[in-house]
C-alpha cells in the first residue's frame, strides 16, 4: 500500500441520504441529473429483492452489498471500511494486533499468501509466499471475502490455527500449525555483516524513516563510529505502507531531486515530492533487495534510489502496484479507502503492473521452492479488475526469462553445506565487498 489519510468527509450525511432517498426520478435528479436512472435501478433492485427475496434481508445487509460491489468495480484495492476493518488498517499502520503475521489477496475465491512479515509466526511456521490456503482449522476456506478469512485468522495471542497448506511444486498438501501471537509492528531491523551495514524494513508503518536513522547511527554506533563501507537495504516482502515515510526514507539517502511524483483524476491529486540535501550514508555504496513481495511504498523506494544511481537493486522483479490510496472518513467508525492517485519513479516511470526490475537479477536459491513457487507468484497484473498501465504494458506481458543463469546453479543443499542461509543476501554481501564505490552507486540526480 501506498496510503494517505484524509480528514473527515463533510458531507457524510450526504452518504446517509442517497439511502434514503425515495425511488423516483424526480427525487433522485436533486443529487444528479445524469444519474437519475442509474439510481432508479438500484432502487428498484431493492424495492423487488425486500419484496420477493426467499428470505427477509435487512436494509443494513443491502445497502452493505451495494456498497461493496460498488467498489469492487473499481479496483482491488477500492474499499469500504467498517468498524473492525478500519480499526485494522489503523492498527497496521499504527500499532499491534493478535495474528499470524501475513500479506494475503484472494484469487478466484482462494486465499493466497502474498508475503509473511519476517519474524512473525507465519514466518517461523515456513508458510512462503505464493502458498494458497485452502484449509483453516479444517474448514474449506473458500468462496467468502478476504476480510472474513483475515478476521478468522487473527485471534487471542497464544491460540493455535491449523491451515492446510497446497504450495506450487509439492503433490502433497501440507498442514500447519501457527500460534497466535502479538504482531508489532518493528518495521525496521539492523545488523553488521564486517563492514557493511544491512538495514532491514518490513513495512512502512509510523516513524519508519525516523527508524531507518536510528538503525544507521546503531550500525555506526557498532563500528566505532566510523562508516560502514557499504549498506544493504532489505525490502524483500516489504507489502508497503504509508506514502509520507516512503518519501521520508527515500530522502535520508539523496542529496537532491524528486523522490516521487502522484497524479491523479484532478489537479488537487497531483503532486510532487523532493529529496532536501543531505545524505546520512554519506555515499557509500548501497544494494537494495527486493522480490515479488516488495510493494507500493517500498517500490517508491527502490524506484527513487535506482533512479537517481544512488542504490544498486538486486533480487526478483516487485510486485508492481503503483498506486496511491486515501483514506476518508465517512463517520466515526466507517471510511471509504478510494485508488486517488498514481505514482512515478523520478525518471517517469509507473511501476504499475510491470514492477521495478532489478539491476541484478538474482533468484533465492538457498530456498528448495523458489522455483516452483516464482511461477505462481502472484502480482498486481494478477489481480483482478487491477489499474491498466498502458505504457509499460509490454512489461507487464513479458514472461521470466527461464534461461538459467550459470552463476546460479548451485542448490540449497550445497548452500546449507556452505552454510549460506540467504543466498540473495550473501550475494548482496559479495558485490558490496569485491566492487569499490565509483563502480557501484554515484550521487548524481536524474536530469
Known sequence: MAIRFAPLLRSAALVTALAMLPATTAGLAAV??????????????????KAYYVDDVTDDQLIRGAIDGMLASLDPHSSYL??????????????SYGGLGLSVTMEDGVVKIIAPTKGTPADIAGLKAGDYITHLNGKLLYGGTLDEAVEEMRGPPGTAVDLTIYRPGRDEPLDVSVERAIIDLKPVEYTVDGKIGIITVSSFSAHVGREVQKAMAGIRGDLGGAMPEGLVIDMRSNPGGLLDEAVAMSDLFLERGQIVSQ????ARDNESYSARPGDIAKGVPIVVLI????????EIVAGALQDHHRGLVMGERSFGKGSVQTVVQISADSALKLTTARYFTPSGRSVQEGGIEPDIKVPQMSDPDARARAKSAIRESDLRGHLINELSIEDAELEEDATQDPRFKVTAEE?????????????????????????????????
Do not use: C, H, W
Not at 467498517?82 to 500499532?95: F, I, K, M, P, V
Not at 522480490?291 to 517500498?298: E, F, I, L, R
Open 291 to 298: 522480490d515479488a513481495g516488495t510493494a507500493s511504498a517500498s
Open 82 to 95: 467498517d468498524g473492525t476493518a478500519a480499526e485494522n488498517l489503523r492498527t497496521q499502520t499504527e500499532g
Open 32 to 49: 444528479d441529473g445524469r444519474s437519475a436512472p442509474e439510481f432508479g435501478k438500484l432502487m428498484l433492485v431493492y424495492q423487488r429483492v
Open 415 to 447: 548452500l546449507e553445506a556452505q552454510g549460506i542461509e540467504d543466498f540473495q543476501l550473501d550475494y548482496a554481501l559479495k558485490t558490496l565487498r569485491n566492487t569499490r564505490l565509483a563502480r557501484l552507486s554515484g550521487t548524481g540526480s536524474v536530469q
Open 263 to 266: 497524479r491523479g483524476r484532478f
